[in-house]
């Protein structure tokens, strides 16, 4: 055993697995192959992966092509309509292959769906030691979950500048005063989640705005599900009904959208019942002898039709549902006034996301077509297998770590990658104002960008390059980094559980599945 730990071969191979991309890794070395199994809500890691990669491509095309992301053939003002694109990535529904901030949205209500599932889960099962438990471990290493990657990560980009590795960010005079400077990005802009909306632009990383939020509401979910465990079955959906309309009146889309997840989870594990109760319903109907089966069949029949009209209207609603929120996910960020369709959903915000700033409206709409969605998916068999699929799947275990890296990786290679057309000389040499030309040099100078075409072309070819960069590095963080805080926060829980006080050492207690409270 020894000799193999201290063989070359392996420690090479070792090495070497964690490089490169674990889905490379996994082909080369199949022994060594992580076995995963979908579960029921599997299909919504595969969204929030797919979700991330277009977050991804949203700051891609915004650092880069910013022109692309104004609506198809509307200008900056009407003074200029020259300035007016019309590229085909630009079209209503397309555009949403890069409108990254519905995603966000998505993100949120997935999150109150997915922390909301075990808990509301042993709830029905009258099981209240395993939803109290469950509710104190997703508390215990939720900060660990979602803040350590983050650390992590502004750290690395602080040593980067620091040591002027990073294009376009300055080293500050010492290493001393860039720790002070990171100390204080981390404590009062990353972990420091009460006063999120006051300061939406962390330094190091300004994309992790969001974490804050994500931590905040997580823990007003785990409070609101703790509040209501106990309560009835309609109570407590009235009463989360009720939360979510307060917290649209108060103008709160974050809250809004935890809950509906939460609601959402409810309303999946009813679901699962009455589809475990009908299928108990059949077999007890099997065993019936040859009378009771012909009056249950005709029975049936005939209930048949308004069965299959309600589960049509229903496929057609939730159809609706998905090609809604893909038109109103193009929002553009600028003029949604002279955009056709948007701007009548602008007109129809109601307060107070009409008044409160120019990005308010998207963020109402965008929370309801969010929750639309992520409820239409799992009603629809063809895009739950897409997202339960190998491709949406992989994208769903690296999600975080593409939202933590992308960014920092923009901003390493995106300048060097795309470079710049050709510039002429500007003013009189030897004056103040005169500018050397600039030489063409990277995509933008071999593609140009005179034109719509060229710049869609430069987009893709970009795409092309930067893209595997993002998950290559995503894959190798998530292992590096972002799983092992997971482990490290689940012994830290079993280090410090005070074990006389679980509920299988109490009199009568049930003991927790071993497993089932696991990150989410």
């Known amino acids: 055993m020894l000799r193999h730990q201290l063989n070359p071969l392996s420690w090479a191979d070792t090495f070497l697995r964690a490089l490169i991309p674990s889905f490379i890794a996994d082909a080369i070395f199949s022994d060594r192959r992580k076995t995963t199994r979908l579960h029921p809500t599997s299909y919504l890691d595969g969204l929030r992966g797919i979700a991330s990669v277009i977050v991804f491509f949203c700051h891609y095309t915004e650092d880069n092509y910013n022109s692309l992301t104004r609506s198809y053939g509307v200008a900056d003002n009407d003074q200029h309509p020259e300035t007016a694109t019309t590229g085909w990535i630009q079209l209503p529904f397309l555009r949403t292959i890069f409108s990254g901030r519905p995603m966000v949205h998505i993100f949120f209500v997935i999150s109150g769906f997915v922390l909301s599932y075990k808990p509301i889960k042993a709830i029905h099962a009258r099981d209240f030691d395993k939803c109290y438990v469950t509710l104190s471990s997703s508390t215990f290493r939720r900060a660990f979950r979602l803040f350590g990657p983050c650390v992590a990560s502004t750290f690395i980009i602080m040593c980067l500048q620091q040591m002027d590795l990073y294009p376009g960010r300055n080293p500050r005079a010492s290493w001393a005063e860039q720790l002070l400077v990171w100390k204080r990005v981390v404590f009062t802009q990353i972990t420091w989640p009460w006063a999120w909306d006051k300061d939406m632009m962390p330094g190091y990383d300004i994309h992790l705005w969001t974490i804050p939020i994500e931590f905040a509401h997580s823990m007003l979910l785990f409070m609101v599900i703790l509040m209501l465990a106990r309560t009835k079955l309609r109570i407590r959906q009235m009463a989360v009904l009720g939360l979510m309309g307060y917290c649209l009146s108060c103008g709160k889309w974050a809250g809004f959208e935890f809950l509906a997840g939460l609601f959402l989870a409810e309303v999946h594990v009813l679901k699962s019942a009455r589809e475990q109760q009908s299928k108990e319903w059949e077999s007890v109907a099997q065993e019936e002898d040859e009378d009771d089966l012909d009056k249950y069949g005709h029975r049936e029949v005939r209930q048949g039709g308004g069965l299959v009209g309600l589960s049509t209207l229903k496929t057609v609603f939730c159809i609706s549902l998905v090609i809604l929120g893909l038109f109103v996910g193009g929002w553009p960020n600028h003029h949604a006034d002279k955009t056709p369709g948007i701007r009548w959903f602008l007109a129809k915000t109601p307060m107070p996301f009409a008044k409160m700033d120019h990005l308010a409206p998207q963020k109402f709409w965008f929370g309801l077509c969010a929750i639309g969605t992520v409820w239409a998916v799992g009603e629809l068999p063809p895009l739950k297998r897409f997202f339960g699929g190998a491709l949406a799947q992989y994208c769903g275990r690296i999600s975080y770590a593409i939202y933590i890296c992308h960014g920092p990786v ?43 075409t060229q710049k869609t072309t430069g987009w893709f070819l970009g795409l092309c390059v930067l893209g595997p960069i993002v998950v290559w590095t995503a894959d190798v963080f998530m292992r590096a980094i972002d799983e092992p805080i997971v482990r490290i926060a689940r012994k830290m829980e079993n280090v410090c559980l005070d074990r006389e006080a679980q509920p299988d050492q109490r009199p009568g207690g049930r003991r927790l599945e071993p497993g089932y409270s696991q990150a989410a």
């Open 410 to 452: 923009l901003g390493l290679f995106q300048a060097y990658v795309f470079g710049s057309p050709f510039v002429p000389a500007q003013g009189e040499p030897g004056t103040d104002d005169y500018k050397v030309a600039v030489e063409a040099h990277g995509i933008k100078g071999m593609t140009g960008m005179d034109n719509t």
